[in-house]
């Protein structure tokens, strides 16, 4: 059985820094696109960034570049969303996925919520202002 489970979130101030982590297990992300999205209160979910199976390839959202950096490391099936700069309106639950496996990264389908084939609970994130 697949899961993702994400860790790392919590309280912070605008300006501060966060790193979510996304743990695999029942499943080898090695050949897997793998992406982070979130889900602000009344509004729908988001894509923020993918990246490709080496790492190689990553999509953000604008609302995401020069602040946030994806990255993975398959040997741990692990992926990571370093947030700097965090801004009020970072305020989300943020969910890690998964794609399916052997497909490849494909710009912007990455940024499609149905090319993504696994969930985790997600991970609270509040900026305070």
């Known amino acids: 059985q697949v899961q993702l489970v994400e860790s790392g979130g919590g309280l912070v101030q605008a300006g501060g820094s966060l790193r979510l982590s996304c743990a695999a297990s029942?499943?080898?992300?090695?050949?897997?696109?793998m992406a982070w999205f979130r889900q602000a209160p009344g509004l729908e979910r988001e894509f923020v960034a993918a990246?490709?199976?080496?790492?190689?390839?990553?999509n953000y959202a604008d609302s995401a570049k020069g602040r946030f950096t994806m990255s993975r490391n398959n040997a741990k099936n692990t992926v990571f969303l370093q947030m700097n700069s965090l801004k009020f309106e970072d305020t989300a639950v943020y969910y890690c996925?998964?794609?399916?496996?052997?497909?490849?990264?494909?710009?912007?389908?990455?940024?499609?919520?149905?090319?993504?084939?696994?969930w985790g609970q997600g991970t609270q994130v509040t900026v305070s202002s």
């Open positions: 990246i490709s199976w080496s790492g190689g390839m990553i």
């Open positions: 029942g499943l080898t992300i090695s050949r897997n696109v």
């Open positions: 996925a998964a794609g399916r496996s052997g497909v490849a990264f494909s710009s912007p389908f990455v940024e499609f919520q149905e090319k993504y084939i696994a």
